[in-house]
């Protein structure tokens, strides 16, 4: 069985080798169809990642005249703090909005120096409220909509769930997009192996026929073109690895700079999920690329 089963590998990889151009275009578009495959992960983790940035930026800003006393405004908080909608709220005097600024623009010297010139503090106190859940927003602001406070001066509603959903709907566009295009790539790899497998037998009718005079079973006939498929799928994930983890490399420092002080690494997490992600790729490909090889093998290997 052992002598048997290494004789269909040493075939597999003969015919492998003797097509080697055809067998070369196999594994590019298999590595293109591949990589399609593994940037609609990457498109995936980069809009969850944004999703996420955004919602940890979502609050609800009440700007009070300068003129408010600290007892109204701490009245004002405990007023809002009791809605069952808010998850906190966050007092930020004329001082601490100052000092926020100017750390802000430290590196700007035109905004500090016209700052300066002003000679007093133009910025008001503000109360800093996060939304419990992002579900009740819109309740949320209904219910800040009806507070009458005559330290108010101003609210700044701006209307995430609009922002969420065209992040939402840009990476299904995206993916949608880039299933099409997967789509495309399997079905011109799949045509590819079948015609490669197809070539590989017809280059070898006549062995075939020996072996068919000789004794040989279907299935050590067969077993090396449906052999070559699985080859195919093993060096086209093996490649795939090599060149995603490549271009992750350079594309991190620019997603790091993007996403300021949010973890979105994607080198991390292709790391930490490397077996689910490519296994389950060469478990499906491996599949598609035998179903293929059958096929071309029980059209073609009766000689």
């Not at 300021?260 to 599949?287: K, S």
Request: charge should be neutral; aromatic fraction near 10%; avoid cysteine.
């Amino acid at each position: 069985m052992f002598l048997s089963l290494a004789r269909i590998i040493k075939f597999s990889i003969e015919d492998i080798y003797r097509n080697i151009w055809l067998s070369l275009v196999t594994v590019i578009l298999l590595i293109l169809a591949l990589f399609s495959i593994n940037m609609l992960l990457v498109v995936k983790v980069i809009g969850q990642a944004a999703v996420e940035a955004v919602k940890e930026k979502i609050d609800i800003n009440l700007f009070l005249k300068n003129e408010s006393k600290e007892d109204e405004i701490l009245a004002l908080k405990g007023e809002i703090s009791a809605l069952k909608e808010v998850k906190s709220v966050t007092y930020i005097s004329k001082e601490e909005a100052m000092a926020n600024f100017i750390d802000k623009h430290k590196d700007n010297p035109e905004i500090l120096q016209a700052l300066r010139e002003l000679g007093n503090n133009p910025l008001a106190p503000i109360l800093v409220i996060k939304p419990a859940n992002l579900d009740i927003l819109d309740n949320l602001i209904n219910r800040l909509n009806t507070i009458s406070n005559d330290i108010i001066e101003s609210r700044n509603f701006t209307n995430y769930k609009m922002l969420l959903n065209k992040i939402n709907d840009i990476t299904n566009k995206v993916s949608d997009a880039g299933l099409v295009l997967s789509a495309i790539f399997v079905l011109i790899t799949v045509l590819v192996v079948f015609n490669s497998i197809r070539v590989a037998i017809y280059t070898h009718r006549r062995e075939i026929m020996i072996m068919r005079l000789v004794g040989a079973s279907h299935w050590f006939i067969q077993m090396p073109y449906l052999l070559s498929g699985v080859f195919y799928t093993l060096i086209g994930v093996l490649s795939i690895m090599g060149i995603f983890y490549l271009f992750l490399t350079l594309l991190q420092p620019y997603l790091e700079a993007f996403f300021v002080g949010y973890n979105v690494n994607l080198l991390e997490y292709f790391y930490g999920n490397v077996f689910t992600i490519f296994g389950v790729q060469f478990l499906g490909v491996a599949l598609i690329n035998i179903l293929a090889s059958l096929l071309a093998v029980r059209k073609y290997s009766r000689v």
